[in-house]
């Protein structure tokens, strides 16, 4: 409901409409109003993109333990097994419910179909309408959320801070496409806001994702968990004009091969992703590429049918995967840190929770799991809902209607405008990149302290708001950088070029320095400012 000024009242604020956000507004909506206030297009996330699959231990050579080893396995000895016990054990029944409500996963013989990915001890990657398994998810959940009388959405409205009132998040502010404010005020605030590829030049994440949820949380003081890690995928299409579209990872699991410019293969293709990724850069470095994915050995019905949309988009750009080679290069594709939370969603700061891709629960460790991150932002997205509703219970009269729906469809764009992002980019894909080393990361760190004391305390649109965030968070994740001397998962020191037990822990970025907490707990129940 609107107040007055230009104040608007909600129960429940969610920022973000990806797989976390909607899943939790769908859980909020049976206790009070929500308001979804997302930047773009209510459509346009990570997941839109997302095509390999959504892991889960449902099928019947499988169970939740395997699912809960391989996790540990790829998380390089810092995941936290409880968070990752909740993700493994209740996804299942997530993606029950998501069928439910009408999510259309592909099924073989009546019964659904698992494909397997790196790392992976089982087949247990269900896909949906072939690759376009989060657009299909992400779809049920609007369909969903539009049903649902409690629910508004407020799209092209980029939140750009948040509100803290008597010590609590309180709501936050947002601008919409006029560049107009508008504060909203509620009881619980949740960070759905996705991940922060583009804080580097190469990225497969749309032009949604600024990290501006992790970077609004900093600001109003809370505490960040592991923002060094960032996964880099192997296998972005690299061909000249063409955006970084993704190959996923299910290709090379059907039995695609990588091969370099002597038609070598060079690397287990199921290996963990930081170690393919590092190996195609490797051969590019020393003048063995570029390094192409090989199809053409695998059934073209097949490759067909199971690809579609990978398909269609190389052949876009003049190659037929069925019998061409697809040049290919790694880019930043999922950050494991984010916003600190425990196992329920909630922050260190009272009234603000995150999940999804935007949280730190210490799930994936130092490296996720691929397909780890669908499952992830139904479960905490879910469990976001519960414990935003019993921490602010509401009074019986008080449940009111949220605001109008206002879901116009428009293109969406990156917005850099030539500003101060493309350096950033180019800066933090050379230093904060798959090699990173102490001296880079010094004055990556120096670099961004000089913009970020420049940068505009209230943005006026959606670009400057944006770059402002970009700027915070990759300084997040070159000061956890800077300070883990060791190599683990997916961050990768030409220094230290070793795990080291001293930082067998989580990295907990809280008012000065970095410091490190423990594997199972970084953020124990309850530990509130
Ligand atoms: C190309 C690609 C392929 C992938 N494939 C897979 C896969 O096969 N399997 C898998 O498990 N994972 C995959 N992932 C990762 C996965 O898609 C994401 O980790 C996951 O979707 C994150 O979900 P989320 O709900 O946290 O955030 P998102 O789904 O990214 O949603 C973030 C939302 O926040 C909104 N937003 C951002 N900033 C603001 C702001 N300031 N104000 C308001 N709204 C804001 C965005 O517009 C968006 O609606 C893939 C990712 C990419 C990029």
């Not at 069928?99 to 996963?105: D, E, K, T, V, Y």
């Not at 991940?195 to 030049?201: D, E, I, L, P, Y």
Request: net charge negative; glycine share 12%.
């Amino acid at each position: 409901m609107n107040g007055a000024d230009d104040t608007l009242r909600t129960d429940f604020l969610v920022l973000g409409s990806g797989i976390a956000g909607l899943r939790a507004a769908v859980g909020l909506a049976r206790h009070g109003a929500v308001l979804v206030v997302t930047k773009d297009q209510p459509s346009e996330s990570n997941p839109g993109y997302a095509q390999g699959g959504v892991a889960v231990a449902m099928g019947a050579d499988d169970d939740t333990q395997l699912h809960l080893d391989d996790t540990v396995r790829a998380g390089a000895g810092i995941v936290s097994g409880a968070a990752a016990r909740a993700l493994v054990e209740e996804g299942p029944e997530r993606i029950r419910e998501l069928a439910a409500w009408g999510a259309r996963f592909d099924r073989e013989d009546g019964r659904y179909h698992f494909t397997r990915e790196g790392a992976h001890s089982r087949h247990r990657v269900l896909h949906a309408l072939g690759d376009a398994t989060g657009w299909e998810m992400v779809r049920a959940l609007l369909d969903k959320a539009h049903r649902t009388e409690a629910i508004a959405v407020r799209s092209f409205a980029c939140s750009t801070d948040l509100l803290v009132r008597d010590g609590r998040v309180a709501g936050c502010r947002f601008l919409d496409e006029a560049g107009k404010e508008t504060s909203v005020l509620a009881r619980a605030t949740l960070l759905a806001t996705g991940g922060a590829g583009r804080v580097f030049a190469e990225t497969t994440n749309p032009p949604v994702a600024t990290g501006d949820g992790v970077a609004m949380a900093r600001r109003a003081g809370a505490a960040l968990l592991d923002m060094e890690f960032v996964q880099f995928h192997p296998t972005a299409l690299a061909l000249p004009g063409a955006p970084r579209f993704l190959i996923s990872e299910a290709v090379r699991g059907e039995g695609a091969y990588l091969r370099n410019a002597a038609g070598e293969r060079f690397t287990d293709e199921l290996a963990a992703r930081d170690q393919v990724a590092r190996a195609i850069a490797r051969e590019n470095r020393e003048g063995r590429g570029p390094v192409v994915l090989d199809l053409s050995h695998l059934d073209p019905e097949r490759v067909r049918a199971r690809f579609p949309r990978i398909v269609a988009t190389c052949r876009r750009y003049g190659v037929d995967p069925v019998s061409d080679p697809v040049p290919v290069t790694p880019a930043a594709h999922y950050v494991m840190g984010g916003v600190a939370t425990d196992l329920h969603a909630r922050s260190t700061l009272r009234g603000l929770y995150a999940a999804g891709e935007a949280a730190g629960t210490g799930v994936h460790g130092a490296n996720r799991l691929a397909s780890n991150s669908l499952l992830e932002g139904l479960v905490f997205g879910a469990r976001a809902a519960e414990a935003m509703v019993r921490d602010s219970p509401l009074p019986e009269r008080e449940r009111g209607r949220g605001e109008g729906q206002d879901n116009r469809e428009m293109g969406s764009g990156d917005g850099s405008r030539g500003s101060i992002r493309e350096d950033l980019q180019r800066r933090c894909w050379a230093a904060l990149g798959l090699e990173r080393d102490g001296a880079g990361l010094a004055d990556l760190e120096r670099w961004l302290d000089g913009c970020r004391a420049t940068a505009p305390a209230r943005p006026r649109d959606r670009a400057a708001a944006e770059d402002r965030n970009l700027l915070d968070v990759a300084w997040a994740m070159a000061a956890g950088a800077l300070f883990r001397e060791e190599s683990r998962g997916s961050h990768y020191r030409t220094d230290f070029p070793r795990p080291d037990d001293r930082f067998r822990g989580h990295t907990l970025l809280e008012g000065g320095g970095p410091r490190l907490v423990d594997v199972e707990t970084p953020i124990p129940e309850g530990a509130r400012c």
